[in-house]
Nanobody, 123 residues
């Protein structure tokens, strides 16, 4: 069992930066691929980024490539999402998730989910 708690969301102006954190409980954190998803109001949840257990493989949605960076610290049971050059269209609730696959952008691939943290980017 893995429990996930996100933090770091907030209100930022366009062009600004935020760093989201996701703290995990459970001894098996280091064995899971971790992902970030987001859901804007009235839209479906969409894949943002993922990182394999060893940090060897990282994947990004085209919409965030070059602006967002995912990383993890297995010693701290924490995964991060550094978000730079934020745009109003990045406004959403951001969720972290844990799953067994090296790479999967589909919602159904992830077994555990956090409650989400709101990110609002003003223009």
């Amino acid at each position: 069992q893995v429990q996930l708690v996100e933090s770091g969301g907030g209100l930022v102006q366009a062009g600004g930066s935020l760093r989201l954190s996701c703290a995990a409980s459970g001894r098996t954190f280091s064995t899971y691929t971790m992902g970030w998803f987001r859901q804007a109001s009235g839209k479906e949840r969409e894949f943002v980024a993922s990182i394999s257990w060893s940090s060897g493989n990282r994947y990004y949605a085209d919409s965030v490539k070059g602006r967002f960076t995912i990383s993890r610290d297995n010693a701290k049971n924490t995964v991060y999402l550094q978000m730079n050059s934020l745009k109003p269209e990045d406004t959403a609730v951001y969720y972290c998730a844990a799953g067994p696959y090296d790479y999967c952008s589909a919602y159904g691939c992830y077994k555990y989910w956090g409650q989400g943290t709101q990110v609002t980017v003003s223009s």
